[in-house]
């Protein structure tokens, strides 16, 4: 059973960094945007 939970809690960690990498990818870009226009 905890090693369910631990495979649960690493897929979270993982899917939760590239979520955050995403975002602040999104926010750059939107950045870059509004600078060069």
């Given at each position: 059973m905890?090693?369910?939970k631990l495979l649960w809690g690493m897929?979270?960690?993982v899917g939760l960094s590239l979520l955050a990498?995403?975002?602040f990818y999104l926010i750059?870009?939107?950045f870059k945007n509004e600078k060069a226009g």
């Open positions: 905890s090693l369910l897929i979270l960690a990498n995403l975002l750059e870009e939107l």
